[in-house]
C-alpha cells in the first residue's frame, strides 16, 4: 500500500507570495491532518480534515488555509509569506472510522524556504 | 488540555548502551500514547504505540509500557545502535475528548549513537 505522498518536496519562495502544498493520503484514510515543523517551535498543529470538513485547527493565522476533496486528498494554502513561514510542513493521515482516534502516518514533508 | 512534557536532548550514547527517554502526559479522556521517529530529512515514522493502560508498544528492540497511574510513557531500548540515531517524538491522541483525531506531540529528543 503506497504511504502518503506530499507534493512538492522542496520550494523556494519570496516574500509577499502565496503558495500551496498537497498531500495525498494512504488509501482509504479520510483523516488528513498538517503540521508545521521548526527548529524553535518544534512541531505545531495547523488543522485536520475529516470527510471534507475542517474539524480541528491550531494557532496560526488566517493566512494559513486548507482544504480536502472527495477522494480525501489535501491542499494547505500560504498567503503573503513571511520569513517566519520557512519550514518543513508535514501532512498525516489516519483511518479514523467516526469519532474517534487513529494512529497517524506522515508523509515526508515539503520544505518550504522563504527569502 | 492534553500536553505531552519530553526528555530534554541532545542525547549522547556509547554503541551498545542502555536508553531511556522520558515522557509523562496530560489528558482529559483516553488517550493513545504513541512514539514517533525522525531521521534527518525525513519524515515521522511511528515506531510503537499503546492504546490502554499497562500496553506495552514494542518494535525494533523499543519498548514502552503505558502507566496510567504515573502518566508515564517512557521509550526504552537494551542496545542502542549507531542506526538509531535520529529524533524521537512522544505524543497522544485523545479518544475521549471533542477534538476529533488531534495529535498532542512532545517536544522531540535527538538522539546521537556514536561507535
Known amino acids: 500500500k503506497a504511504g502518503v505522498t506530499q507534493t512538492p518536496r522542496y520550494l523556494i519562495k519570496t516574500r509577499g507570495q502565496q503558495v500551496t502544498l498537497s498531500c495525498s493520503p494512504i488509501s482509504g484514510h479520510r483523516s488528513v491532518s498538517w503540521y508545521q515543523q521548526t527548529p524553535g517551535q518544534g512541531l505545531q498543529f495547523l488543522f485536520e480534515?475529516?470527510?471534507?470538513?475542517?474539524?480541528n485547527k491550531g494557532n496560526f493565522p488566517g493566512r494559513f488555509s486548507g482544504r480536502q476533496f472527495s477522494n480525501s486528498r489535501s491542499e494547505m494554502n500560504v498567503s503573503t509569506l513571511e520569513l517566519g513561514d520557512s519550514a518543513l510542513y508535514l501532512c498525516?493521515?489516519?483511518?479514523?472510522?467516526?469519532?474517534?482516534?487513529?494512529?497517524?502516518?506522515f508523509g515526508p514533508g515539503t520544505r518550504l524556504t522563504v527569502l | 488540555g492534553d500536553s505531552v512534557t519530553q526528555m530534554e536532548g541532545p542525547v549522547t550514547l556509547s554503541e551498545e548502551a542502555f536508553l531511556t527517554i522520558n515522557c509523562t502526559y496530560t489528558a482529559t479522556g483516553y488517550p493513545s500514547l504513541f512514539w514517533y521517529v525522525q531521521y534527518p530529512g525525513e519524515g515521522l515514522q511511528l515506531l510503537l504505540k499503546a492504546t490502554k493502560a499497562d500496553d506495552k508498544g514494542s518494535n525494533k528492540g523499543f519498548e514502552a509500557t503505558y502507566r496510567k497511574e504515573t502518566t508515564s510513557f517512557h521509550l526504552e531500548k537494551g542496545s542502542v545502535q549507531v542506526s538509531d540515531s535520529a529524533v524521537y517524538f512522544c505524543?497522544?491522541?485523545?479518544?475521549?475528548?471533542?477534538?476529533?483525531?488531534?495529535?498532542?506531540f512532545g517536544t522531540g529528543t535527538s538522539l546521537t549513537v556514536i561507535p
Open positions: 498525516a493521515s489516519s483511518l479514523v472510522r467516526g469519532t474517534g482516534s487513529d494512529t497517524q502516518y
Open positions: 480534515y475529516f470527510s471534507e470538513t475542517q474539524r
Open positions: 505524543a497522544l491522541s485523545d479518544k475521549g475528548s471533542n477534538t476529533g483525531n488531534q495529535f498532542y
